[in-house]
């Protein structure tokens, strides 16, 4: 089985960049050291729909110290570090579909050939693994111990099918980890996002009016971080309790109709489509800027826009120029796609350290227990989780208390009171 | 039936307060207006034991409203506002009884004069008439539809209960609500703990280095407060991924033992016991002032440091001075009590609003579901918790986006990928 | 001569406060220590119109310790804190004028009682002694080595009085003391008019609307407190450049007529008259809280407010409710006086440490250089504030770097380049 | 007179990162407006040492539709755009001697270049064209009207200079004009150092330890920022009084050998030399990451890690390991040169247009008081600047109040009182 990749030649400089992430994955590091040793996932197929990135590479390498097979394929047509999938395929020697910029004809081209790969476990983020499985290639499932999914957007698609009954085999939804989601999704979104717009735009954040679209993990983080830059920040929200804390938080919320005359930045973090449409362009102030950190680029209506357009042209690297009716122009981030991925490098090592080492223990959890599990979306087992920050806090030589046992007897009785 | 409190007197003044209070309170105003038409609690006798607050009238107002009979108790020996008990007892004809300063015995009294109107519905505010009524009142269980609970240390007692099967009526977690844990615990507790350190010391929290005990949701809203007047905080924590939390927080995670070195103020919020102790003591700086806003005065080990002390003497009001050997001084807050009650006025109405809005429907919901609820813990049903943070959000005029038909759809559905 | 206070009875009590606050006050005590030594003011008679608090006895403990015969009067008729007034007269024997709550001719007549005492330096906050000597006590001037003034509010009417030509002894701004206007005014107003807003209304912060009309350094700590305590803020001004700097640090700016439609609390802190005016109470929301963190009671227009209103009554201490045509409610805290010491405890003991020592040394200063300095406003001479900070830092246990002599050669040069 | 440049072929794209920054310098376009109408600078020679950014083309364009001859060349070696300075040499035809990565050498003679054109107005970033005139080419001296300054460090050696009586014609220290430093050093300095730093290294800064050295207005901003992203921040300082802020601002402060052990990334911001030295690399965690955002590369004593390590490899762009005996590594960013420019694109331009609309402005000045003005370093005048933040907030569709004339008149008075 063979890769395709940009250019081999790239690997030594994927080589470099994928030790210095490893530096910031101590826990995967050692889960890797015990893998190597246990070898829990022996002669496993494992197919890896994921945003190949230097922090991806150091989980494969940990799941193939663990005995598996995996190939792997890109999550996102923007998202590959070139360099780490040559790095991948040349030295790792797994098989590895990945260019960046690749069109969407490729990208499910390389998605098939994973598949082709036979995996008995899936690996995703946004489910189009699963999906293209159970729409395209449903002879696989027979063979398949069960599946992985990364991120909100994937966990949404896999539990509408579950509660269709139309998941037909079992699914850890990693993101549900606190491990994760407290992490990767606030923290990791909130700082690689503002990368992404700063370096598509170089802009001051500072005194800017930044309209963070979605309360969730990722807008927490995002709005937080913005906030932190000096942004005013407005909240659009359709869950009111998440709009009631965006509010207590210290942030303006209002409908996207009036945040769209207010705002200088917008960033959709929502998991769902169509959140910034015609109805926003019309509103939107000269020269505002506009991009996506949610999962799929269906969150801003580009077809709209384009439509509205009467000039488009290319300023800067993954900054694009829509002239609209009247002379305002909008200015889109990154194609819409991710920015944190597509312009930034997305997650820091740091915060995929522990998104990964959910992986691979989920992984490992999903072969020890298989034929156990049924056709759910499942969570990461709570004692994982709770090992897995031990371990983080422990490589960050942090020290925290634990109970005594005066202290369990307390928390377990009821008779004492005022 | 009669009350007990401070003096009749202070009644009028009670009401102006309840009065300004009622003002920030929308939606528990709502509920009363829908209650006086419906009835809901029509001969309902309600036992309360609650902090004998402002906002605690609007909410007995309101049960009256609906049809209740309500009695009130303290939950505290020194939360209750004398002349809101006088203003109940006097102008609502409530039987009260609370007495600020009230001593252990008499706190008990005053939860047994409670349960002697025989109540089939018990509020409790730390779960203190729950376990009387099932250690020393049995005979009333078997006419008790149910109860509900606002605190997170009774919910952690209540459901310890459940587990050893000694809970034998359901009760309402109101605590687990999101309109209430989110925002009472959070920026409730935040602000008040606050307010309670600043009034008993009028010291600068800015550049002083602030310990906080525990990061649950109480100890987040803590240190985000104490960060946002210029504090430099401090986080202990037993739970690792919280602990993990607090560090990408940008506080520093330490055991106490070594926190106890640096910090120069302490609260504890931990809902735990003796989490300040004699080791503690042993190392803290001269000067430390040691508060607790858990709901217990448990987390603060008293006895060891009266036991430790060669001097004690009040400064200031909530403010006593313990001289430890070699001429350390330590200043404890309120006697361990929970600071934002003893010292300051507790949670303001803007918070109580959403927290006493889940009571008042968690006792319409109970009475409407009697008989068909088990012996556990049940949380507050999801519709109720986010109509409150919509009645909540309109209140403040805040408007808010809604999902299309189209986003709808695309949430509930899997196929469309990348 | 003898003073004039509530009740000499309250001095026990007013003196635990005094200790209290003493042990947040290290520099002032180690002057005091060398003054005890030194007796650099001997014989000098100082007249202080100050705020009375327990900050103040620390300072005219530390001024006779020096050798001064001090009087003391109130800069502010709402400031005084009885219980320490009763210290200073009972057993400091320091004749004292001020009673919490006096009326505008007490208020004078107690300056006129200090001034009785001949003084041959004053200390001023507000220039009130200043003031009534240059219009009615002329004879004075002739005696008058010096004065000092402590806040910008005075500073801005002696610069106008010497550009006038009409200032006619030196005066030392220890206002201008960057040990001063950069912790008292920002960090010192910021937590204490926080902490009176709290205790006047119990309101929640987080989620509100919070307008600071003034973005000096008290604004900036005003806003700053405010924004951390979870407010969203909002900032007026006249200046230009300040406005840019709020728009840069996350607030919004806009003229106060149009945010009188949005703020839920206003408070003025911009040294100037008739900031919040009938124009504004014409807009603003039903509900609104207005306080003043200013040093006078004229940046609100009260008697534009009481015109304006049909009603008004009293709902809490300090809290007054105006009922405005239209049946809008306006509350006023504290009757527009500075709201962080008429209805909270002023500024913490920590910061006035700075302040204090500034005034202590500028009496030094005034009387060592007696006869060498003009009638003009003068900086605290730069080597006295950096090593008043110098001092602070060491109380704090804090080490900082030192210049290495290459260092301080390199800064002196300016041959190496590129 | 011709450029050397990288590549003229470049010159298109930089054109439109020129129009992207234009778009966001307002107030410079407005100059630029009125310049093409009145010519203040007609024939006018200007040599500037700026870094070569698509802002300061904006400057040079507008100096040059001033009537200015502006040559120009780079002011540090790392930091030139290679597409703008083709764009400028190209299309705006303005001779420009400047190559990202340039040595030394040819550095020089860069400068020299331009001092070749026989400026008669010199425009400064780090006064290498004005010490290389003082010390190599004395014969331009005669002919030259005065200059200007952009930076901290430039301003530190030309007062150092003024103070040796070693200056000898006039300087304009923009450095110092409020609207230049308190947004260019602050928001700018703050936003770009952390941009270079995540892109040189795509660590998360939440958790982190993060050192500023040097708490002026750069070091503020940075340790603002740093914060914002959810470092936790140590700030290390000589000057106590900054100290002192920087500890009331919530950080933590300390020697830098100290600092050192608890580190995981550094930037110096100081002006100053040697600020991390052998004695740091000493002591310094395995793994930490040193950067510098001050003018010169001194900050960093480069030479020492270099003479200690035993290895030295590349890893990424912009980031080198230097492995020090017993294995402990450490990454030096950019060369150790401002990681602003020599990583990030610099400061944004929305704050460079302030900070050079005062360079225009002050071209402007020098040339219409030729022969007013002594060999001394000079502020910008006030109203100046007032008016560049009056046109920013316009250009921001922001309104602020303006003075009533009874306020005017309050602030010139001084007999009201209490």
Redesign the interface.
Known sequence: MKSDIKDKKLAPRGE??V???S??MPVLNLIKERFEVEKPLKGIRIGACLHVTTETAVLVRTLAAGGAQVSVCA???LSTQDEVAAFMAGRLKIPTFAIKGEG?KT?YQHINAVLDSKPVLTMDD???LV??IH?QRKDLIKGIIGGTEETTTGV???K??A??R?LLFPIIAVNEA??KH??DN???T??ST??GI??A???????STFVVCGYGWCGKGLA??A??????VIV??????R???A??????????T?AAQEGDIFCTVT?????IGAEHFKRIKD?AIIANSGH???EIDIPALEKMSKRKR???DF?EEYTLPGGRRVYLLGEGRLVNLAV??G?????MDMSFANQALAAEYLVKNRGRLKPQVYNVPADL??EI??T??AS?G???????P??EK?????????
């Open positions: 470099l960049k030790e210095w992430a530096q910031s999550s996102n047509p969407r990208y946004g489910a189009d999906s293209t729409s949404i698609r896999l509408a099918m509660e269709h139309a606190e491990t407290f992490f606030r923290y990791g909130g700082q503002i990368d700063i370096r735009t170089n802009r001051l954040l500072a005194g937080l971080r906030s932190g830059m000096g942004a005013n659009t929200e359709v869950n009111p309790i709009a009631l804390e509010v207590m938080d210290g942030y303006r919320v209002m409908p996207l009036k998991g769902n489509t169509t959140v020269g799929f680029n269906v290319k300023l800067r900054l930034a490098e997650h820091p090592a740091m915060v989780d709770r920050a031990r983080k806090l960050m942090i020290d925290i208390d634990r109970l005594t005066a202290q307390y928390l377990s009785a009821w008779e004492e009171g005022t």
